[in-house]
């Protein structure tokens, strides 16, 4: 489907059978779903690398950027949505999948699922697929209906998954893994540095990087940098904050180093996000 006020991508199904589109960096101005019936393989995504199995559902960001290399055939489904065609952000209160399938930086950005899990998603694509070929009264209505059901299930299969690794995680860093956590989260505007954080926690930084990078696949200095970007992210896409202000707020003195920065991690300039993505959602 393509958004008639822009001719751009607003909504998009397509099959993936052996030869992947993804062999090489994808970028893109809208959400991404693969949800993989066979297969495994290598992901590639930010700052990491991941290893995963068929059933599995991968999930990214605008202009996150991820490579999929598959081992041996793999087979599935792609959704594609743009931000404009369902906001994440301003329906969190109802599918409360934002920071939990996108925008999590603490855990892999993909679901592992049972045949069972696998079974329900799919017959959710094919709601979508014949909602797709079905144009008439309350089309769009009809599709976003269907997407939230698909972003809910899968929200829950997550959190279900989470629980689970949590409680295996706490036995091996019962106090670390939270303190880290909570204090990226009540920091990230004023504390970038690594070195911030480990003398918060009353650790070396040695030692801190090290468990960073042992439970979550990531430097420390990646996993602020991470956190930082999904803010910066937000307010440019739901206010129309002048790119100064958001930097101002983010703990950046210098709009041009924040812009410099944003860039280095997003790919993109804060500006041509702004373009590609849209904004001022929560002042519509």
Do not use: W
């Not at 920091?187 to 911030?196: I, P």
């Amino acid at each position: 489907m393509i958004d008639p006020k822009n001719g751009n991508l607003a909504f998009k199904i397509f099959p993936v059978e052996n030869d992947s589109p993804f062999d090489h960096t994808q970028r893109h101005n809208y959400y991404t779903m693969v949800l993989l019936s066979e297969g495994g393989g290598k992901l590639r995504s930010d700052f990491s690398d991941y290893h995963f199995e068929a059933p599995a559902l991968l999930c990214f960001s605008p202009y996150q950027p991820f490579m999929i290399e598959p081992t041996g055939e793999v087979k599935g489904v792609v959704i594609n949505f743009h931000p404009d065609f369902f906001c994440i952000h301003q329906h969190h209160k109802e599918v409360a999948c934002n920071g939990v399938l996108f925008n999590n930086v603490y855990q892999a950005p993909f679901v592992e699922m049972s045949p069972t899990e696998l079974e329900a998603l799919l017959e959710l694509v094919e709601q979508l697929k014949t909602g797709m070929q079905t144009a008439g009264l309350a089309q769009y209505e009809l599709l976003i209906s269907y997407l939230k059901i698909f972003l809910i299930t899968a929200s829950r299969m997550r959190i279900a998954q989470s629980d689970g690794d949590s409680n295996e995680s706490r036995a091996k860093e019962p106090f670390i893994l939270e303190g880290l956590k909570n204090a990226i989260e009540n920091n990230f505007r004023s504390k970038h540095s690594a070195g911030d954080y480990a003398d918060m926690l009353n650790m070396s930084p040695k030692t801190l990087a090290k468990i960073a990078r042992s439970h979550f696949n990531k430097t420390l200095t990646n996993l602020i940098a991470e956190r930082i970007i999904i803010e910066a992210k937000r307010e440019l896409y739901l206010t129309s904050k002048p790119v100064k202000a958001i930097a101002y707020e983010l703990g950046f003195n210098d709009e041009f180093y924040f812009s410099r920065f944003f860039k280095n991690n997003a790919d993109v300039s804060p500006q041509l996000f702004r373009d590609t993505v849209g904004f001022a959602r929560a002042e519509a």
